[in-house]
Nanobody, 115 residues
């Protein structure tokens, strides 16, 4: 089983930056893939960015060039660096992992971008 704990959310003005962290309860070196999702009020949860154990990344079109996903295996932590934030980035951001064919979610962290 994997526990995921997100942190780093908050309130920021448009154009600002935040870095989200997701700490896993076990070595992320053994986790197949990890990702950040987000869910805005009244909308479905959507993929923001993903990264495989080999370091391959993918991004939603809406965040390409602004967000960067990375992982630090030594710290068992996944990151999401978010730059040039927009009001439409406002959502609860969730960390997700795929481990031994099971999906695990964190509890989420709120990101609010004011205009």
């Amino acid at each position: 089983q994997v526990q995921l704990v997100e942190s780093g959310g908050g309130l920021v003005q448009a154009g600002g930056s935040l870095r989200l962290s997701c700490e896993a309860s076990l070595s992320i070196f053994s986790i197949n893939s990890m990702a950040w999702y987000r869910q805005a009020p009244g909308k479905q949860r959507e993929l923001v960015a993903g990264i495989t154990s080999g370091g391959n990344t993918n991004y939603a079109d809406s965040v390409k060039g602004r967000f960067t996903i990375s992982r630090d295996n030594a710290k068992n932590t996944l990151y999401l660096q978010m730059n040039s934030l927009k009001p439409e980035d406002t959502a609860v951001y969730y960390c997700r992992s795929l481990y031994r064919a099971r999906i695990y979610w964190g509890q989420g962290t709120q990101v609010t971008v004011s205009s």
